[in-house]
């Protein structure tokens, strides 16, 4: 059942306010020809909307302030990158990577890289002016910066993790940041952008979701199929964050939250302030329809979507029952 939402506030068993139309969206249809009416009513007061905004800001305060134990500290300079936008640093990026424990400190540069892991217990300060750059040789299911530990934390103010989307033109998988059954990660003001699948990813297995996953002020602009994809977390926070003009494979949207079992959970899932527009799918798209009465409860909160040039703004499918367990709070701006 898919649902083009004006309000969307669901409690118990989904019950939602919206104009629904039976059935899925063929290849045709989606995002094109259904548009979310105008004007949208607030359905979260003013009180619960400062109490959402205080734990966000609380969450990201916990995670700044967790203590990641160092052993370590590594300045790229003085370690051989050359960031002449060229060279290939693959090597060099992952030595520097290649132990827990360590503060590593990118200089300003840009970056050639292959696929690199962050083990647990790791920050990474990448300066302003930095550029990692995809190398343009990924496997259809590689992903660039891979999060699968615990404990990491990047700060990226004026950096970007980016692809050139002239290089991959098949397949959906190769995203720029994956979080994958990874705990308590901090990533602050860092764009990714142009890959050929996801800006960010954020998941993992049955039993093993991505928990205390924190993302603020960062951007996503022109990724092949989302700015941001959550199929299975627990407590993420994404803060005055901004995914733009997604298009290339399905569904195109800025944000995708997705399950793709019905085992996986989407349990405390809060966007503050997300900027979404001209992505070709739509704004925010809650895709329950995986999911069964039998699952874990959703609880998912969205507080001042703001949302241009795209249709649908926000898009929430169930599945043909429309009895999926928990509550999904929207409002925009």
């Not at 969450?59 to 370690?79: C, K, L, N, Q």
């Not at 941001?228 to 005055?240: E, F």
């Amino acid at each position: 059942m898919d649902c083009y939402v004006r309000t969307a506030i669901v409690l118990g068993l989904l019950a939602v306010l919206s104009a629904c139309t039976g059935g899925n969206r063929s290849d045709d249809q989606a995002g094109s020809s259904l548009t979310t009416p105008d004007p949208y009513a607030d359905v979260i007061g003013a009180n619960d909307k400062a109490m959402f905004e205080a734990e966000a800001a609380a969450a990201v305060a916990a995670a700044d302030e967790r203590p990641i134990e160092i052993f370590a500290e590594f300045d790229g300079a003085t370690y051989g990158l050359v960031g002449d936008g060229r060279t290939d640093n693959t090597v060099m990026l992952q030595s520097l990577l290649a132990e827990p424990n360590r503060r590593v400190t990118i200089p300003p540069g840009d970056y050639v890289t292959g696929a690199l892991t962050i083990p647990s217990n790791t920050i990474l300060v990448l300066q302003p002016g930095v550029t990692l750059r995809d190398s343009g040789r990924l496997g259809e299911h590689q992903r660039l910066i891979n999060i699968l530990g615990e404990n990491v934390r990047i700060t990226g103010r004026g950096a970007r993790v980016i692809a050139d989307r002239g290089a991959y033109t098949t397949g959906e998988q190769r995203h720029g940041i994956f979080i994958y059954g990874a705990q308590h990660v901090l990533i602050e003001w860092l764009e990714s952008s142009s890959h050929g699948g996801d800006g960010f990813y954020i998941g993992g297995d049955v039993g093993s979701p991505a928990s205390d996953i924190v993302i603020k002020g960062c951007r996503a602009d022109g990724n092949r199929r989302q700015g941001l994809s959550i199929t299975s977390a627990r407590r993420v926070w994404v803060i005055d964050c901004e995914f733009t003009q997604t298009q290339g494979t399905l569904p195109e949207f800025g944000i995708d939250i997705e399950p793709d079992l019905p085992g996986e959970v989407l349990d405390k899932l809060r966007l503050i302030r997300p900027r979404t527009w001209a992505n070709r799918g739509g704004g925010i798209q809650i895709g329950l329809h995986d999911l069964r009465p039998t699952s874990e409860p959703v609880d998912i909160v969205v507080v001042d979507h703001w949302s241009l040039d795209e249709s649908p703004r926000v898009h929430l499918h169930l599945d043909d029952s429309g009895q999926i367990p928990g509550r999904v709070l929207y409002d925009s701006e």
